[in-house]
């Protein structure tokens, strides 16, 4: 068995405020939830407030095999899922971001939905471990605690449904993140990727530590700080399936990044339904809930 190797970031340390109590309800409103403990048959699903002093990644496995996973712990060493366990709200517009795939990297490295504490993974297909035909540009990886549900129509979006997965983010700041490093983010802009009939939102968010993090605060913001990169980004998982011979992925809302208002109701409205899953209002299926 390959040894295991225990990281620890300074950047891992989260910290929340409170959040309101019970399951989101209101529309207008914008108060999140998240788990704390085990869900239960027959207890009421609450928001509580949470402290995450340190969070700890630990590899098994080696790098690019089948078996290679990246686990999540807190300080005393107990496994948790970044999925499930790590707060998505920080306060004041601020999110936890879990970095899967690292800028200017290839392999195609996930959270397993489908194993218990949802350990990072590179993902396969027919047995093989997939790889993007060329490096993505930015830091990618999933807000937790949200979750595109499969057999909700969006309206909004051609009435696609959900790709059964966390909410992605793309991170534009200047610094390379790491596999499992959980940032503070906040989110510019929303767009609307439609992968082969499903909605796959990618949300544009830059690192609080990011030195121009303060001079962006809205999609236009991006474009004067950061010229070219929304179109590079939508442009880049428009056409990275296509040296496979699969057709070009799709934008909705007129093939244009949403604004800051937009991508905070997505994150919104993903946490709700992350709730419900969670709270077994929703069938999970093969989704783990651990």
Same mark, same amino acid.
């Given at each position: 068995?390959?040894?295991?190797?225990?990281?620890?970031?300074?950047?891992?340390?989260?910290?929340?405020?409170?959040?309101?109590?019970?399951?989101?309800?209101?529309?207008?409103?914008?108060?999140?939830?998240? *788990?704390?403990?085990?869900?239960?048959? *027959?207890?009421?699903?609450?928001?509580?407030?949470?402290?995450?002093?340190?969070?700890? &990644?630990?590899?098994?496995?080696?790098?690019?095999?089948?078996?290679?996973?990246?686990?999540?712990?807190?300080?005393? =060493?107990?496994?948790?899922?970044?999925?499930?366990? %790590?707060?998505?709200?920080?306060?004041?517009?601020?999110? !936890?971001?879990?970095?899967?795939?690292?800028?200017?990297?290839?392999?195609?490295m996930e959270v397993a939905t489908d194993e218990q504490y949802t350990p990072i993974k590179q993902d396969t297909k027919k047995g093989k471990l997939r790889y993007y035909p060329y490096n993505i540009h930015w830091n990618y990886g999933l807000l937790p605690q949200t979750w595109?549900?499969?057999?909700?129509? !969006?309206?909004?979006?051609? =009435?696609?449904?959900?790709? !059964?997965?966390?909410?992605?983010?793309?991170?534009? /700041?200047?610094?390379?993140?790491?596999? /499992?490093?959980?940032?503070?983010?906040?989110?510019?802009?929303?767009?609307?990727?439609?992968?082969?009939?499903?909605?796959?939102?990618?949300?544009?968010?830059?690192?609080?530590?990011?030195?121009?993090?303060?001079?962006?605060?809205?999609?236009?913001?991006?474009?004067?700080?950061?010229?070219?990169?929304?179109?590079?980004?939508?442009? #880049?998982? *428009?056409?990275?399936?296509?040296?496979?011979?699969?057709?070009?992925? *799709?934008?909705?809302?007129? !093939?244009?990044?949403?604004?800051?208002?937009?991508?905070?109701?997505? %994150?919104?409205? &993903?946490?709700?339904? #992350?709730?419900?899953?969670?709270?077994?209002?929703?069938?999970?299926?093969?989704?783990?809930?651990?």
């Amino acid at each position: 068995m390959a040894a295991a190797r225990v990281m620890v970031s300074a950047s891992n340390n989260v910290t929340t405020s409170l959040l309101s109590k019970g399951p989101l309800r209101k529309p207008n409103s914008f108060s999140l939830c998240f *788990r704390n403990g085990p869900v239960q048959k *027959r207890r009421l699903f609450t928001c509580s407030a949470i402290y995450n002093p340190q969070i700890q &990644t630990k590899e098994e496995g080696q790098s690019e095999t089948l078996d290679y996973r990246v686990f999540f712990s807190d300080n005393s =060493g107990k496994k948790i899922s970044p999925w499930h366990d %790590i707060p998505l709200h920080l306060g004041d517009g601020v999110f !936890n971001f879990v970095v899967e795939i690292p800028k200017e990297s290839s392999a195609k490295m996930e959270v397993a939905t489908d194993e218990q504490y949802t350990p990072i993974k590179q993902d396969t297909k027919k047995g093989k471990l997939r790889y993007y035909p060329y490096n993505i540009h930015w830091n990618y990886g999933l807000l937790p605690q949200t979750w595109e549900d499969p057999s909700f129509a !969006n309206s909004e979006v051609e =009435g696609a449904f959900g790709d !059964n997965d966390p909410v992605d983010v793309v991170e534009i /700041g200047d610094s390379r993140g790491k596999i /499992g490093h959980v940032l503070k983010v906040k989110p510019l802009a929303a767009l609307a990727m439609i992968d082969e009939g499903e909605l796959d939102w990618k949300i544009v968010a830059i690192s609080l530590d990011d030195p121009r993090a303060s001079l962006v605060n809205d999609v236009d913001d991006v474009e004067k700080h950061f010229p070219g990169t929304l179109t590079a980004i939508r442009d #880049w998982f *428009r056409d990275y399936k296509i040296p496979d011979g699969k057709p070009a992925n *799709r934008f909705a809302l007129d !093939n244009k990044p949403a604004n800051k208002d937009y991508a905070l109701k997505v %994150i919104m409205e &993903t946490n709700e339904s #992350w709730a419900k899953l969670v709270k077994r209002s929703i069938s999970a299926g093969e989704l783990s809930l651990v």
